[in-house]
Each structure stands twice: as structure tokens, then as C-alpha cells.
């Protein structure tokens, strides 16, 4: 229980709950976000060096469509992963808000 019945609840312990579950919440969202934030990262980093060594023929917008197939692609993947991750997350995060202490 957060609080016994009939009493107040302590702000404190709400506010440390809040700050660890918006805290919690982000690092799982930006764990379940890596593979497409590397994927990112070395696209961008590898059309930036073709651009560079050959500037006159527009990479970014001949590799729209490949990028978007790709990060279909990986979507389909990883999703199942992704998904399992952020339920084992949710089951852990309410047992911990509805056990009894």
C-alpha cells in the first residue's frame, strides 16, 4: 500500500514516487529506442560521407525511400522484443504500486 487508509498520504513519498517513475519511464523509452537511434546515427553519418565525397548528386533525397523501408524493416524485427520489454517494465512497475508492504 502506498498510504494507510484513512490518514493522509506523504507528499514526499509521492513526489519520489513520481520522479522515479517519470525517470524509470524515460530510460526504458530511450532503451527501447537504441536500435533505431544507432540505425540512425550510421545512416545519417554514412549519406553525410557520401555527400562529401560526391556533392553534386543528392543522397538524402534518393535515400528517403531506403530509409524508410529500413526502419520498417526493423520495426517488424524488433517489435515483439520491444514489446515483452516494456510489458515485463509495466507488470514490475504496477506489482510495485499495489503490493502490500
Given amino acids: 500500500m502506498l498510504f494507510p ?3 493522509l498520504p506523504a507528499v ?3 513526489a519520489e514516487l513520481a520522479v522515479r517513475l517519470v ?6 523509452g530511450v532503451q527501447m529506442a537504441a536500435p533505431f537511434i544507432v540505425y540512425g ?5 554514412g549519406l553525410g560521407l557520401l555527400s562529401r565525397l560526391m556533392p553534386q548528386f543528392q543522397f538524402f533525397f534518393v535515400a528517403m ?5 529500413a526502419a520498417l524493416v526493423m520495426l517488424m524485427v524488433t517489435l515483439s ?7 515485463d517494465y509495466y507488470e514490475a512497475g504496477l506489482s510495485q504500486l ?3 508492504r
Fill in 5 to 7: 487508509a484513512g490518514s
Fill in 12 to 14: 514526499g513519498g509521492f
Fill in 23 to 28: 525517470s524509470d519511464g524515460f530510460a526504458i
Fill in 41 to 45: 546515427i550510421v545512416f545519417y553519418a
Fill in 65 to 69: 525511400p531506403l530509409q524508410i523501408m
Fill in 81 to 87: 522484443a520491444i514489446m515483452t520489454w516494456f510489458l
Fill in 98 to 100: 499495489l503490493a502490500v
